[in-house]
Nanobody, 123 residues
């Protein structure tokens, strides 16, 4: 089993920044990809970004490209999502998720999910 714990959400004004963290524990050797997803009230869950667990290989949804940066700290088994130039439409519950295959992660068919952290951007 893999446990994922997100933190770092909060309330921020438009144009501000937040950094989300996703700490992984347990059988982390089984993770190949870790991604961030978000879900706003009344909307479908949306893919945000992913990173290859072994390093490198990042990808972003067009809605966040250029504003969000995903990174990983190997020593801490933690993945970060730095979010800059936040917009009200970024308001959502943000989840991290882990998968062994990229195609499954992109479909949202992940093996493990965190509990989510709320991000609220005021206008």
């Amino acid at each position: 089993q893999v446990q994922l714990v997100e933190s770092g959400g909060g309330l921020v004004q438009a144009g501000g920044s937040l950094r989300l963290s996703c700490a992984a524990s347990g059988r982390t050797f089984s993770i190949n990809y870790l991604g961030w997803f978000r879900q706003a009230p009344g909307k479908e869950r949306e893919f945000v970004s992913h990173i290859r667990w072994s390093g490198g290989g990042t990808y972003y949804a067009s809605s966040v490209k250029g504003r969000f940066t995903i990174s990983r700290d190997n020593a801490k088994n933690t993945v970060y999502l730095q979010m800059n130039s936040l917009k009200p439409e970024d308001t959502a519950l943000y989840y991290c998720a882990a998968a062994g295959r990229l195609d499954l992660l992109l479909k949202g068919s992940c093996d493990y999910w965190g509990q989510g952290t709320q991000v609220t951007v005021s206008s």
